[in-house]
C-alpha cells in the first residue's frame, strides 16, 4: 500500500468511527443506569423482542444493502470512484439514524460525569482502531484475491460494525474497571474518614421500598431538634454516599445515608463505609429478587443493617429481624385509622410515649407508614411527641412518589418510581378514590426474577374495574394483560403501546377535565 492509501484509510477509519459512534452512543447512558455492569448490560440488549437491538439490526442491513447498490450502480466509473460515491448512502443513513434517535429522548438521560466520559473516550479510540484495522484489512483482501468485484464492495462489511458495539462497549467498560475500581475505591476511602472522623450520628436507612421518602420525612423530623444533613436524590450507592460527603461535608449533628442494595454484600460495604449507629428497615418485599435469588437473602441483607446499629426502627415486614431492643411496627408504633383522600392522608399515630393526630399532604397508606417510621426514629433518638409532630408539620410530598398534580383539568398522580407489589397496591386504591374516570398507565413490575409473571398478572387483575388501562412497552406488559383478562377485565379498556409518548396521546383521546391518571412505574431505559 502506498502513503496515500495508509492516509485515506486511516481517515476513512476514523469518520467510520465516529459515525459507529454517534448512532450507538446511547449506550453509554444505558450502560450508566446499569450501574456499569456489563452483565446486565447484555442480559438487557439481548432480551427478546429488545428494540435497540432490532434498530441496529435494521441499521446493518440498510448500510450494506444501500453502499452494494450504489457500488454496482456506479461501478462503470471505476472501483475507486464507485467507493467514493457509496460514501453518500452511509453518511446519510447514519445521519438519518441519530436525527431519529434524538427524537426519542432517554427516559434517564446520560449523566455527564468524568467516569462516563473517560469512558466515552475510550469507547470512540476503540472504536477508531476497529474501523481503521478494518479498513486496512479489508484492502489487502482485494489486493491479494485481486478480484474487480471485491475491490468494489470492498467496504460493505463495514455494516457489521453497529452489530458489534454491544459487545465492543462492556468490554472497554471491563477494561477500564482496571482504572475506575481503584480510582472509586480512594473517593470512597476520603469519604470513609470523613465519616469516622465526625462526631455526627450516622443514620442508615434501607429497605425494599420506602427509602428515599422515609429519609426525606425523618431529615424534616429531625430537623426540629438538630442539625441533619441527608443524601441526596436517591443516592444509595457507595460512590453516591462518597459523594454527598466529599462534595457536602458533615457539618451536621446527623448524617442520613440512604442505603440500597440489588446484591448480597452491598449493605455490609455501605455499613463500613458509614459506620451507623442507628437504623431503619422499611421492609421487605421481592424488589430485587432477580439479582438476591430468594426472599432469605433479601431479608438477610437487609438485617444486615439491624445487627450493627445500636438502635433501630422495623418497618411491619421487617419486624422477624435480628434486633433485640429495635421499636418494631405493630408493637411500639403504628398508623391507625388511616384515611385517605385525593388531598392528603390522615390518620393516629401511636408512639412509646402516646397517639397524637395528623394530617399530611401525602397520598396511600404507604405514606401514613412511611411517616409512622420516621416518627418512630424521631423518639428513638430521644425527641418529644410535641418536637416530632411540630416536624411533621414540616413534611411535603416526595417527587415522583405518588405526587399529586393538576393538569389542564386532569388529576395526576406521578408514582413513576414505584416499582414494587405493595406500592402499586396503594396507588391504585389511591386512584379508586376518584370522581371521574379512572385510568391507569404502567410497563409493570421488574427485577423479580421468578416471580415475575406471577406478580404482573396480580398487578393486572388489580386493575380491573378502572375504565383506561394502558400498558407500555414490551417488557412484562403480556403478563399484566393476561392477569387483567383472567381476572374479568374488559380487553376494550385495554391499550398496549410502544412508549410513554403513544400512551400520552391515547389518554388525551379519551381522557377530559375531572378524571384522574396514575403513571405507575416509569421504567428507565435499561428495561
Known amino acids: 500500500m502506498n502513503t496515500s492509501t495508509i492516509l485515506a484509510v486511516c481517515l476513512g477509519g476514523i469518520l467510520t468511527g465516529y459515525a459507529f459512534f454517534m448512532c450507538s ?138 452489530l458489534l458495539c454491544p459487545l465492543l462497549l462492556p468490554f472497554v467498560n471491563l477494561c477500564m474497571k482496571a482504572y475506575e475500581v481503584p480510582h472509586a475505591g480512594k473517593f470512597i476511602k476520603r469519604a470513609k474518614a470523613a465519616l469516622a472522623a465526625s462526631p455526627c450520628v450516622k443514620v442508615g436507612i434501607t429497605g425494599s421500598f420506602g427509602k428515599t421518602s422515609v429519609k426525606h420525612f425523618v431529615a424534616a423530623i429531625l430537623s426540629e431538634r438538630y442539625k441533619v444533613i441527608a443524601t441526596p436524590a436517591s443516592y444509595n450507592t457507595p460512590v453516591g454516599i462518597a459523594k454527598a460527603v466529599n462534595e457536602g461535608g458533615l457539618d451536621c449533628e446527623v448524617f442520613l445515608a440512604e442505603m440500597g442494595a440489588r446484591r448480597t454484600g452491598d449493605i455490609a460495604q455501605l455499613c463500613d463505609m458509614v459506620c451507623p449507629s442507628v437504623g431503619v428497615v422499611t421492609g421487605v418485599t421481592c424488589q430485587h429478587l432477580d439479582t438476591f435469588g430468594s426472599m432469605d437473602a433479601i431479608r438477610r441483607e437487609k438485617g444486615e443493617l439491624a445487627r450493627r446499629v445500636q438502635r433501630c426502627v422495623l418497618g411491619r415486614s421487617a419486624a422477624d429481624m435480628d434486633a433485640p431492643g429495635a421499636l418494631l411496627m405493630g408493637r411500639d408504633f ?162 398496549i403501546v410502544p412508549d410513554l409518548a403513544a400512551a400520552q396521546k391515547a389518554l388525551a383521546e379519551e381522557l377530559a377535565a375531572g378524571d384522574c391518571v396514575l403513571f405507575l412505574n416509569d421504567l428507565p431505559d435499561c428495561y
Not at 402516646?354 to 417510621?373: Q, S, Y
Request: proline share 3%; net charge neutral; charged share 20%.
Open 334 to 495: 403504628d398508623a391507625e385509622d388511616v384515611r385517605l383522600s385525593l388531598e392528603g392522608t390522615s390518620f393516629t399515630l401511636r408512639l412509646p410515649e402516646g397517639n397524637m393526630p395528623v394530617t399530611v399532604p401525602l397520598l396511600g397508606r404507604h405514606a401514613a407508614e412511611d411517616v409512622a417510621l420516621a416518627a418512630a426514629l424521631g423518639a428513638c433518638m430521644g425527641m418529644t411527641n410535641a418536637q416530632i409532630a411540630s416536624g411533621i408539620q414540616k413534611i411535603a410530598p416526595v417527587a415522583h412518589r405518588l405526587e399529586r398534580r393538576d393538569a389542564n383539568g386532569l388529576i395526576i398522580l406521578d408514582d413513576a418510581y414505584n416499582c414494587n407489589p405493595e406500592g402499586a397496591a396503594n396507588a391504585v386504591e389511591v386512584l379508586r378514590l376518584a370522581d371521574g374516570r379512572k385510568a391507569v398507565v404502567t410497563p409493570g413490575i421488574v427485577e423479580l426474577g421468578q416471580l415475575e409473571e406471577e406478580v404482573n398478572g396480580a398487578l393486572g387483575a388489580l386493575l380491573v374495574g378502572l375504565d383506561l388501562v394502558v400498558l407500555v412497552g414490551e417488557t412484562l406488559v403480556l403478563d399484566v394483560r393476561s392477569g387483567y383478562l383472567a381476572a374479568g377485565g374488559d380487553e376494550k379498556k385495554l391499550r
Open 25 to 162: 452512543v446511547r449506550l453509554i447512558a444505558i450502560l450508566q443506569q446499569q450501574g456499569y455492569a456489563g452483565r446486565a448490560f447484555l442480559k438487557w440488549y439481548y432480551r427478546s423482542r429488545n428494540i435497540e437491538r432490532k434498530k441496529a439490526s435494521l441499521l446493518a442491513l440498510a448500510i450494506a444493502l444501500l453502499t452494494a447498490l450504489f457500488d454496482v450502480c456506479f461501478s462503470f466509473l471505476g472501483y475507486r470512484a464507485a467507493n467514493l460515491i457509496s460514501l453518500l448512502p452511509f453518511v446519510g443513513i447514519c445521519v438519518l439514524y441519530c436525527v431519529s434517535e434524538s427524537r426519542h429522548a432517554l427516559k434517564v438521560p446520560l449523566k455527564n460525569t468524568m467516569r462516563a466520559l473517560r469512558l466515552g473516550v475510550a469507547y470512540a479510540v476503540v472504536l477508531f482502531a476497529l474501523c481503521i484495522g478494518l479498513g486496512f484489512a479489508l484492502t489487502a483482501l482485494a489486493g491479494a484475491v485481486d478480484v474487480a468485484w471485491l475491490y468494489l464492495v470492498r467496504y460493505v462489511p463495514f455494516c457489521l460494525v453497529p
